[in-house]
């Protein structure tokens, strides 16, 4: 046999195969198995142990998010509590149990509860510090509630997370609806005039707020069911005595500077604006320069929608149908005997911009009309507004401006939102 074929098949030469000391061969493939089998063990183990871990934490994150849900109940149901007799001129004292008692009969008798609460203003800020206080602050209109408290963890120790404290906050306000008549002067001394009543024979029904005073000189007058609030400047004469009967009303003095309690934005009203798209191409009306809106009245209706001018409006058709929103960035006057105004838009009916110093004797809405009827807001922020009444007219809204005069007679004013309007949350 040749040499080739000794080496070809000599099991010397061919074997590639590693000999242990006792002479025995070892199999690399079984091997190479052996020592992924333990890595593959290693790496189950590290995953089972992290696996576990995320689950025990998760069943302790479960457990601190029932106790916030539990908290937020608590919150909010204590913050509705205390808001509610804020409105109802409840006591400071009262207020604070109503507050402890609310959260402990929702919270699910959760142990170590803290409780803070706070008086709110209408925007929301805390004011007088926290409950008790001794005393409900006269700007306060509802109530914020912090509670917290602390659970243990069970599994999460092995992780390092000894205890969670969860936490959540309520806040809610009572609303005592818009103002009959609001006027937002502020600081200004008594006989300022700032609301100027001269008219008699009115009946209002609604509260009254003059961030300065309000000074009737009218008589036989009524105001109804309503808190007649003023600032510094006060009322005269004292108690409206001789001037007018307060059935069911009430005065209060509050020298802050209160805002205004609803608020319209003249962008949304020009074109390209919110209210104006709203609107449409039909019912959307762009006016430059001056107008008397006169040719928008046929046979004794008005088009329906949005007037925005760029100018000033002096409306004098008589014996009107219009359900409109006339905004100006000049003045607005309307007179117009035996019509009848309803808002299109937003609960707005007449909205004036121009400021205190272009509006003509300091008014920028003047309205009047012999026997008409309005509903809506009429809204002059930067001047004043002045309201005539006769024959029985009436408006179903409200006057917001920086100054209000009443005068002519035999006028009614219903804010239909006399009194407390409801309670709610606000965060």
Known sequence: MSLLRRLTLSPVFMSLHPFRRDGCVVNPRHSRAADRSGQVLVLVVIALVALIGFAALAIDVGHAYTQRRQLQNAADAAALAGARLVCASGSDSAIWSEVQNYVNSNSNHLSAITVTAYYTTAS????????????VPSDATGVEVSTRSTTPAYFGRVVGFAAFQPAAVGAAKCSKGIPAIFANKCGQPS???VIDWSGGTYL???DIRSNSDLNMSGSNNTISNSTISTGSGGVSPAGLAGKATTPSSSFTTDTSCQPYPVTFNIAD?????????AAGATYYHSIVGNSSLST?????????GIYYVAGNVNFATP?????VTIVATGSIIISSGSSTWTPYAQGLLYY?????ASAPGHIALNVSGSGSSWTGIIYAPNSGINMSGSSNASLQGNLLGYTVKLSGSSLLINSGSAGPSGVYLYE
């Open 124 to 135: 929301g800020a805390h004011t007088g510090g926290t409950l008790p206080n001794g005393s």
């Open 191 to 193: 006989n300022s005039k």
């Open 204 to 206: 209002v029904i609604g």
């Open 269 to 277: 009203y020009a074109p390209g604006g919110s209210q104006a798209v």
């Open 296 to 304: 928008y009245v046929h046979s004794g209706v008005m088009d329906p």
């Open 319 to 323: 014996s009107v149908t219009a359900n």
């Open 352 to 356: 004036s911009a121009i400021s205190d």
